[in-house]
């Protein structure tokens, strides 16, 4: 079975039953035109503005935020984590507005 398979040891090289593959000719990179990325359209934004303090009725501030979607909610959530972050405790919304640029 064995020399059925991989024929004898005596075989020569020339006699071999395995083809050695060609290789075939195609396009090379220098040939393919060079293409640019297409622009990609703008992500829809949207604006937060909140009004944020560190400490119940202090020192207020306006902290805005640009949030990449269309959610208002989630556009207002991403805001307040965000506000979080920089050690903001109270939140309240004054606008969310949409972003044309």
Known sequence: MRQALFGSPKQSESES???T????????PQD????????KPLSPRLRVTLRVTRAFEGEAE???YDANTLSTIVAE??????????????????SINSIDS
């Open 77 to 94: 959530q991403a805001a307040k984590n965000e506000a979080k972050k920089q050690k903001f405790r109270y939140f309240e919304v004054i």
């Open 17 to 19: 039953i395995f083809i």
């Open 32 to 39: 393919k035109p060079i293409r640019r990325a297409a622009s």
């Open 21 to 28: 593959p060609t290789p075939v000719s195609g396009p090379t």
């Open 62 to 64: 306006v902290f805005v």
